[in-house]
C-alpha cells in the first residue's frame, strides 16, 4: 500500500534521506524511530507531496506521489504532531469540511456524528468551536476525518507527543481499530513504548538511512529499548 | 469542490469579527460619502435654479423699466444703466448666465466639479474676463478631491480587500490548517481560488450593495429614470467590480512570496502606497514639470500691454474695424462713439494677445493628454478618472461645456455688438429674443466607451498580477520555508 523506492532527499546539500526502502501492506503498522532529524518526517512529506524527491519514489497503492498527488492524497489520512483544525468552526463543520474535500459529501448530520462516537469524543462537543478542544480531542478528529474519508494509508507524525498517557493509550487503540480495517500505517514516533504496543513493524533511523527493521512480535519492551539506543551510540 | 471551498471560507469569515467590522467602518463612510455628495450636487442645482429666477426677475423688471422709461426717462440716467441702450445690455445689465447642471450621478464623484466653474455670466466683454483658463497646480488637489463615494471606492475599498485577503495563504500555513488541507486531494490552486471567489463575492455584495439605495437617492427616490443614467450606474458597477478584481489579483501576487503573513501587509500597504498615492502625485509633478504653463502673471501684462496700446489709438482702430465690417455700420459710422470703440478695441486686443492664449491653452492640452496617458499607469488613477466621467465630473465634459460657452459667447456678442454700432434701440422684443443658453449634455456611448477603454487598463494589470499570482503558487510550500 505504502511503499518507498531507492527514495532520497537532500537539503542544500545535506542528505535528509538516503536510500530509503519500505513496503507498508494493509493492515501493517510501520513505526519509524529515530532522533530528530534522522529523517522521520521527511519521509511523511514526500509521502504527502509537501516536498519533491532528490531521487526514487514513494508510491500509494501503486501510483507515485510526485506524479499524482491528487490520486494518492484520495485514499490518504495525514495526522501530524498537531491536527491544526479551523478554530472557529466546531468539530463538526471541520469533519464536514474535510471529509467533503475527501470526496465524502454525501455524509448526514447523523453520520457524521456517529464517526464522533466511533472515536470517542463526546456528541456534546461536536457542535463546540474547535478552538475549546484539548490536543487530545483535536487528534481523535484527526482520526475520525480518517475514518470518514475512507484512507486507506494513514501518516502520522509523532501523533502522541504530548498526550497524557490515557489520551495516548486511546489514540493507540483507534490506531488498531483502523489498521484491523485493513489501514496502512506509517506512524512516526519517539515513543518506544507505544510503537511496540500498536506497531506490527519498527524501523530505526539515523542521519537520513532506515538502519534496522524489526518485527514487533519477536521482541519485548526491554529488548526494543536496547536496540534502539545501540543503534544511536554508533 | 470548489463550492466545499467557498462555503467552508464563508463560515470561517463569518466566524471572525473582522468581516463585520470592516463591513461596518465600509458602510458609514459610504453613507457620510453619500451624505457629502448629495450635499453638493444639490447645492450647485440650487444654485443654477437661483441664476436662472435671477435671470428671468431681472429680465422682466428691465423690460417693465423700458416701458416706464419710454414714458418718461429720469433725468439724470447713465448709459450704462439704461435697460435701452444695446451696449449695457448685452455688456452689463442684460447678462445672461450659461450653466451645465450636474449630471445624474454626478454625487458619487466629486471631481474637480468643486474647483471648476460650473456657471459663466455671458456679457460681449472678451472671453477672457470670464473663462480665464487657470492652471489647478496643487496636484493633491487635482488628484485627491473630496471625501465621494468615488473616493472611498478608489482609496478606502482597496484597504477593505487588503484585509481581508492580505494573509488568506500565509494565516492557513501559519495556524496549521494548511498542510491539514494540502493532504486532500485537491490542488493548491482550487484552494486559492475558492478563498479568493468567496471574498470576491463578499466585497463585491458589499461594495455594489448599498447602490440601489444610492441610486434611489439620487434619483430622488425614483431609481434612476434621467436620460444615461442607467447605463452610467451600469458602468460604475462595472468600474467597480474591475477595481475589485484588481486588489484581489495583487493579493494573490504576493501571497504567493510565501511570505509571513506580517510581510505580505506590508508588502501590499506598500503597493497601495504607490498606486493609489505616490503614483498620482508624481504623476501631477512630471506632467507640470514637462509641459509648465507660462507665469500667468506674464499673460496679464501681456494683455494689459495690448490694451492700452490698443485704447491709445482708439479711434484709428474703430475706422479700421468699421472698414473691415461695413455691414455692421451701413456705410455711416460715428468716430465718436465710445461703446463702439471699446468693440473694436476689444477686438483688436483679442486678437493680439491671442498667440499668447494658446501658448496657454496648448500647454495645458499637453499637460491633458500626458496625464490622460500616464493614467495607465496606476488602476487607482484610471479608476478616478472612469468615475469622474461616468458622474460627468471629469475634464471630458468640463470641455463640452466649455465649447458650448464659447459659442454661446459669440452668440451672445453677434446678437449685441451689431446693435451698438447700429445704435439701436432695445426693447422688449430684443430681450426676449436675446439667446439662450441651452445645455447639451454629453453623447453617453462616447463616455462609455471613454470609460471601457480605461476599464481595459485595469484588466491588463489584473490579468498580469493574477497570472504571475497562479504561476508562482506552484512553487508555494505547505510545510513553510
Not at chain 1, 478528529?141 to 507524525?157: M, T, Y
Not at chain 2, 498615492?277 to 509648465?292: D, R
Request: with cysteine; proline share 4%.
Amino acid at each position: 500500500m505504502l511503499k518507498a523506492i531507492n527514495l532520497t532527499k537532500n537539503y542544500n546539500g545535506a542528505t535528509a534521506l538516503d536510500d530509503l526502502n519500505l513496503n507498508i501492506n494493509a493492515g501493517e503498522v510501520f513505526c519509524l524511530l529515530g532522533a530528530n532529524g534522522a529523517g522521520k518526517t521527511t519521509t511523511i512529506n514526500l509521502f504527502l507531496d509537501f516536498i519533491a524527491p532528490d531521487g526514487g519514489k514513494a508510491l500509494i497503492k501503486g501510483f507515485d506521489v510526485a506524479e499524482q498527488p491528487l490520486e494518492t492524497k484520495k485514499y490518504l489520512a495525514y495526522i501530524p504532531e498537531q491536527v491544526n483544525l479551523y478554530k472557529n468552526l466546531s468539530g463538526l463543520e471541520n469533519l464536514e469540511y474535510f471529509s467533503a474535500l475527501a470526496g465524502q459529501d454525501r455524509y448526514t448530520k447523523e453520520d457524521l456524528l456517529g464517526f464522533f462516537d466511533e472515536v470517542g469524543l463526546r456528541r456534546e462537543a461536536a457542535e463546540n468551536r474547535v478552538s475549546t478542544y484539548s490536543k487530545g480531542m483535536r487528534q481523535k478528529v484527526g482520526i475520525a476525518i480518517a475514518l470518514a474519508k475512507r484512507a486507506e494509508a494513514l501518516l502520522l507524525d509523532e501523533p502522541t507527543s504530548g498526550l497524557d498517557p490515557k489520551a495516548s493509550n486511546e489514540f493507540s487503540e483507534l490506531l488498531k481499530k483502523l489498521s484491523g480495517r485493513g489501514c496502512a500505517v506509517l506512524m512516526a514516533t519517539h515513543d518506544l513504548f507505544r510503537a511496540k504496543e500498536s506497531g506490527t513493524r519498527v524501523g530505526i533511523m539515523r542521519h537520513g538511512r532506515l538502519i534496522t527493521e524489526l518485527s514487533t512480535d519477536e521482541i519485548g519492551h526491554a529488548d526494543l529499548e536496547r536496540i534502539y539506543l545501540e543503534n544511536m551510540r554508533n | 469542490m470548489l463550492i466545499h471551498i467557498i462555503k467552508n471560507e464563508w463560515r470561517n469569515l463569518r466566524a471572525d469579527k473582522t468581516l463585520w467590522l470592516v463591513a461596518g467602518l465600509f458602510a458609514v463612510s459610504v453613507a457620510y460619502a453619500m451624505f457629502n455628495g448629495l450635499a453638493w450636487t444639490n447645492f450647485q442645482r440650487q444654485t443654477i435654479a437661483e441664476a436662472a429666477a435671477e435671470d428671468s426677475e431681472r429680465y422682466d423688471a428691465l423690460k417693465k423699466q423700458i416701458v416706464e422709461y419710454e414714458r418718461s426717462a429720469p433725468e439724470k440716467l447713465s448709459r450704462f444703466s439704461d435697460p435701452r441702450d444695446p451696449a449695457a445690455a448685452g455688456r452689463n445689465i442684460g447678462q445672461k448666465y450659461a450653466a451645465m447642471s450636474p449630471a445624474p450621478l454626478a454625487s458619487l464623484s466629486i471631481g474637480q466639479s468643486d474647483l471648476l466653474p460650473y456657471y459663466f455670466k455671458i456679457s460681449t466683454r472678451s472671453q477672457q474676463t470670464f473663462t480665464a483658463n487657470d492652471e489647478l497646480e496643487n496636484p493633491t488637489n487635482l488628484l485627491a478631491g473630496r471625501f465621494d463615494v468615488a473616493f472611498v471606492v478608489i482609496y478606502l475599498l482597496p484597504l477593505l480587500i487588503l484585509v481581508l485577503s492580505y494573509n488568506f495563504l500565509s494565516g492557513e500555513r501559519e495556524a496549521g490548517t494548511l498542510p491539514m488541507l494540502l493532504a486532500q486531494p485537491i490542488s493548491l490552486r482550487s484552494v486559492v481560488l475558492g478563498k479568493i471567489a468567496l471574498r470576491f463575492a463578499v466585497v463585491t455584495v458589499l461594495a455594489l450593495g448599498f447602490h440601489p439605495l444610492v441610486f434611489f437617492l439620487i434619483g430622488g427616490g425614483k431609481l434612476l429614470t434621467a436620460e444615461g443614467a442607467l447605463l452610467g450606474a451600469v458602468l460604475w458597477a462595472a468600474a467597480i467590480v474591475a477595481y475589485i478584481a484588481f486588489w484581489f489579483a495583487l493579493a494573490i501576487a504576493v501571497n504567493a512570496f510565501n511570505w509571513k503573513s506580517a510581510t505580505n501587509a506590508i508588502a501590499l500597504a506598500a503597493v497601495w502606497l504607490l498606486f493609489v498615492i505616490l503614483i498620482p502625485s508624481l504623476t501631477g509633478v512630471l506632467v507640470t514639470s514637462v509641459y509648465p504653463v507660462p507665469s500667468r502673471v506674464e499673460m496679464i501684462g501681456a494683455m494689459r500691454d495690448a490694451s492700452s496700446d490698443a485704447s491709445a489709438r482708439g479711434s484709428q482702430i474703430l475706422a479700421k474695424y468699421t472698414e473691415d465690417h461695413p455691414e455692421l455700420v451701413q456705410g455711416e459710422y460715428d468716430p465718436n462713439d465710445a461703446a463702439a470703440r471699446t468693440y473694436a478695441v476689444q477686438e483688436t486686443v483679442d486678437r493680439e494677445v491671442q498667440p499668447i492664449l494658446a501658448i496657454y491653452d496648448e500647454q495645458l492640452q499637453k499637460q491633458q493628454n500626458l496625464a490622460n496617458n500616464l493614467r495607465f499607469l496606476s488602476p487607482a488613477m484610471v479608476m478616478q478618472e472612469a468615475l469622474n466621467d461616468i458622474s460627468g465630473t471629469g475634464n471630458a465634459r468640463y470641455r463640452h461645456f466649455l465649447a458650448q460657452v464659447k459659442i454661446f459667447h459669440a452668440e451672445w456678442q453677434n446678437y449685441f455688438i451689431p446693435r451698438v454700432f447700429q445704435k439701436a434701440r432695445v426693447t422688449a422684443a430684443t430681450y426676449d429674443a436675446a439667446p439662450r443658453f441651452v445645455w447639451q449634455e454629453e453623447n453617453s456611448p462616447a463616455v462609455a466607451r471613454r470609460v471601457l477603454f480605461g476599464l481595459l487598463g485595469i484588466i491588463a494589470f489584473t490579468l498580469a498580477a493574477a497570472a504571475f499570482g497562479f504561476s508562482a503558487i506552484r512553487r508555494y510550500s505547505a510545510i513553510g520555508g
